[in-house]
C-alpha cells in the first residue's frame, strides 16, 4: 500500500480514527481529576492521598514512554498498540471493583503502564501510511487529541455522572477499550522497522539539549495536568487541602 499524500478520504479518516485513540488514551488519565472529590469521600481519604493517584499514573507512564520504543521494536507496534488497549480495558473494569484505596492504586499504576506504549508505538505507523510532507502536519493533529482531552473530559464527566456513579465511568470507558482492541488491528497493518546494528542509546543520553527539552517539557506537562480539588474552609483545614 502506498503512503497518503494528501488529508483526504481514507487518509482523513484514519487520521480521525488514531485521534480519537489517542484521546481516549489521555482521557483515562485526565479522568481522575474532575472526578477524585468522588473518589475521596468513597474511600474517605484525604487530599493529599487521593492525589497521589496522579503520581502513580504518571509514574507508571514514564516508564512505559521509555521502555515502548524497545518493547514495541521487538513486538510489532500494531500488536503492541492492540496489546495496549486490550490491557488498559481489562484494568479499567477492574477498577469498578476496588474496595481498598491502595487496590486503586495499584491498577492505577497498572493503568499509566499500558498506556504508556500507545505514543512511542503509533508515530512509526503515522509515518508508515503518510508521506513525508505530510508528517508534520499529521502528528500535530494527531497530538491536539491530548489537550481536547485535558479540555473535554471534565464536561464528559459531568454528562456521565448524571447517569451513573464515579465507578459506572469506568465501565463506560473499558467498553469503548474494549471495542478499540478489536476496530484496530482492521484498520492498520503491521509496520516493519529495520534497526540499526549499533545502538544510538548513549550517544542520545549524552546529549545536552535532550534533557533541557526534558526538563522544558516536564514543566509544561505539569502546568497542564492541573488537580481540581476541594478546598476545606479555613476552620477545617486540619487535613491536606
Excluded at 46 to 63: D, I, Q, R, W
Excluded at 124 to 144: Q, R
Excluded at 196 to 214: D, G, H, K
Aim: net charge positive; proline share 4%.
Amino acid at each position: 500500500m502506498g503512503r497518503y499524500q494528501s488529508l483526504t478520504g481514507k487518509a482523513l479518516f484514519l487520521l480521525a480514527f488514531l485521534w480519537f485513540i489517542w484521546f481516549m488514551n489521555f482521557s483515562v488519565r485526565t479522568i481522575f481529576s474532575p472526578i477524585l472529590p468522588l473518589i475521596e469521600d468513597d474511600f474517605t481519604v484525604s487530599h493529599a492521598k487521593a492525589a497521589s493517584l496522579f503520581f502513580y499514573n504518571s509514574a507508571g507512564y514514564s516508564v512505559s514512554l521509555f521502555l515502548s520504543g524497545m518493547f514495541s521494536g521487538y513486538v510489532g507496534y500494531r500488536r503492541s498498540i492492540t496489546l495496549s488497549l486490550m490491557i488498559s480495558a481489562l484494568i479499567l473494569f477492574l477498577i469498578p471493583f476496588c474496595g481498598r484505596f491502595s487496590h486503586l492504586a495499584l491498577l492505577v499504576l497498572v493503568l499509566g503502564l499500558t498506556s504508556g506504549i500507545y505514543l512511542p508505538a503509533i508515530i512509526p505507523l503515522v509515518t508508515h501510511y503518510y508521506e513525508e510532507g505530510s508528517w508534520g502536519k499529521v502528528i500535530a493533529i494527531h497530538d491536539t487529541a491530548a489537550s481536547m482531552s485535558i479540555f473535554a473530559v471534565p464536561f464528559v464527566a459531568l454528562v456521565l455522572l448524571s447517569f451513573v456513579n464515579w465507578r459506572g465511568i469506568f465501565y463506560i470507558l473499558g467498553g469503548v477499550f474494549g471495542v478499540l482492541a478489536v476496530v484496530f488491528p482492521m484498520f492498520c497493518r503491521e509496520v516493519k522497522i529495520s534497526r540499526s546494528v549499533r545502538s544510538q542509546l548513549p550517544e542520545i543520553v549524552r546529549t545536552p539539549s535532550l534533557w533541557l527539552m526534558a526538563a522544558i517539557w516536564t514543566f509544561a506537562a505539569g502546568a497542564n495536568l492541573g488537580i481540581y480539588i476541594r478546598y476545606a474552609p479555613l476552620s477545617d483545614q486540619g487535613v491536606d487541602a
